[in-house]
């Protein structure tokens, strides 16, 4: 299933990575918030599962410069431009890269054997077929006081039905697919609608969230 689904994200960004960072900005709102949110502390770990082009690691290296960064990302072809983009701008002493699946993250991917500080998924989420295990691996990856980050796509509750539908089609072409069951179960564990609160944050629409637990708060969704 894995290497499937690698074989797929090459397919889907051998041209796109050359324009991705400029294309998504318009549309994968969150990641600043979530980045300037983090507050970092000198000599704190954090991994993002799904990184990309590594825009956000270069910008987390940037505001946290006491901080390591690491990043996985399941396509060879990203990670390609990822490793390009980070020497550019002169990180590659701080952030590691490394190709391999989610749902099999652990710090040996990285030739690391201390646990991570903090674990980051930014609009990763809706593209991981196996994401309760994305997740879960997340978890278990953590020291015992670390966090989960994740930015992505909310349910589109609040928006007109004829867009939601559009948007939620046109997802689809980049094998998109809001995990609606995340906000969702959020929701339930804090205790109704929770359209704002120190770990959860949603965006007008419904159109994406913001949400930021420890690891008991993973366990505790039940999804």
């Known amino acids: 299933m894995g290497e499937t689904h690698a074989a797929l994200m090459d397919d889907v960004y051998r041209y796109q990575r050359h324009?991705?960072?400029f294309t998504r900005k318009y549309y994968l709102l969150g990641r600043d918030r979530l980045?300037?949110?983090l507050a970092l502390r000198p000599g704190e770990r954090l991994v993002e599962i799904g990184c990309g082009t590594a825009r956000n690691l270069i910008r987390m290296a940037e505001l946290y410069p006491g901080a390591e960064f690491f990043g996985l990302d399941a396509s060879a072809q990203m990670?390609?431009?990822a490793a390009r983009i980070v020497a550019k701008a002169g990180f590659s002493h701080r952030i590691q890269?490394?190709?391999g699946y989610a749902e099999r993250l652990e710090p040996g991917?990285?030739?690391q054997d201390r646990p991570f500080d903090r674990a980051v998924f930014s609009y990763s989420l809706s593209m991981i077929p196996q994401w309760r295990q994305a997740l879960s691996a997340a978890q278990h990856a953590l020291c015992e006081n670390?966090?989960?980050h994740v930015v992505d796509f909310g349910d589109f509750a609040g928006l007109a039905w004829p867009l939601a539908g559009l948007l939620r089609a046109w997802l689809r072409l980049f094998h998109v697919e809001p995990r609606i069951e995340i906000l969702q179960g959020i929701e339930v564990r804090v205790g109704?609608?929770?359209l704002e609160n120190k770990d959860l944050g949603v965006f007008p629409g419904r159109y994406a969230f913001v949400w930021n637990c420890d690891r008991k708060g993973i366990a505790s969704?039940?999804?």
Do not use: H, M
């Open 35 to 37: 980045i300037e949110e």
């Open 192 to 194: 109704g609608i929770a």
């Open 146 to 148: 670390g966090r989960v």
């Open 221 to 223: 969704l039940s999804l």
């Open 19 to 21: 324009v991705y960072d």
């Open 79 to 81: 990670l390609e431009t």
């Open 97 to 99: 890269l490394a190709q």
């Open 109 to 111: 991917l990285f030739s």
